[in-house]
């Protein structure tokens, strides 16, 4: 079964895209990022510090469905926890199982920081989607206002460009596209033609995969077929 692997900043507009895209294909979806917001969000339940590899690690063994469903898994303060426990290596390692297993064994597509280049690298569909600093703080600031959430657009594209910078230095799987990544940029898109346009890569590259496993399954030897030995009937005692 397919797996798309959507990378990228905050606010590029990944997770929108790979929402339409896992509809439109009728695949499962799993944004990663809730993975190291709601750790983030567990470690700061205990008063503990994020950036803690003991407590973070811990906080990711622990981490259940319904800590997904949580509605404070957005916003500066859960953005700068988030960022802290997601450049910790035990974090990732204890979250690794997870995605892989999400997605193995119906296919998926899943969005976050390291999808095509550590969790699936073998991925048949890769895209990375980004968008100008400005223009991606500008999204930030209207989703927070739109959920009531005090914000000041400076401050915002502030913490992006140190949050961009963190996920770009981190020692244990660090932002950047993988090589066969396909780069979309959608600072001048909208999110129909964002859509459109991701559709059409994904189609081309899954279109590409098919075809190159029935190359692969073309080159295999013909099948021998088994031809069952009738055994000799047996005789009656005289």
Request: hydrophobic fraction near 45%; aromatic fraction near 4%; charged fraction near 25%.
């Amino acid at each position: 079964m397919p797996i798309i692997a959507i990378d990228g900043p905050a606010a590029a507009g990944k997770g929108t895209l790979a929402r339409r895209i896992a509809a439109a294909l009728g695949l499962p979806y799993l944004d990663t990022g809730l993975l190291y917001r709601a750790v983030g969000r567990r470690v700061l339940d205990t008063g503990g510090d994020p950036a803690d590899p003991l407590v973070a690690e811990t906080a990711a063994r622990a981490l259940t469905p319904a800590d997904l469903e949580r509605q404070d898994l957005r916003g500066p303060q859960a953005d700068a926890a988030a960022a802290a426990v997601a450049a910790i290596p035990g974090v990732r390692a204890a979250l690794l199982a997870f995605q892989r297993g999400f997605g193995a064994e119906h296919g998926a597509v899943l969005d976050g920081r390291d999808i095509g280049t550590v969790i699936f690298p073998d991925a048949g569909v890769k895209l990375f989607v980004t968008a100008s600093l400005e223009e991606r703080a500008r999204r930030r600031w209207l989703e927070l206002q739109a959920k009531g959430v005090p914000a000041d657009l400076a401050t915002v594209e502030q913490d992006m460009r140190v949050r961009d910078a963190q996920d770009a230095a981190r020692i244990a799987a660090p932002l950047r596209p993988a090589e066969d990544a396909v780069l979309l940029d959608t600072t001048a898109l909208d999110a129909d033609a964002a859509f459109q346009a991701a559709m059409e890569t994904v189609q081309d590259k899954m279109e590409a995969v098919q075809d190159k496993m029935e190359a692969v399954q073309d080159k295999l030897p013909p099948t021998t077929p088994v031809i069952a030995r009738r055994e000799a009937p047996k005789q009656s005692p005289a």
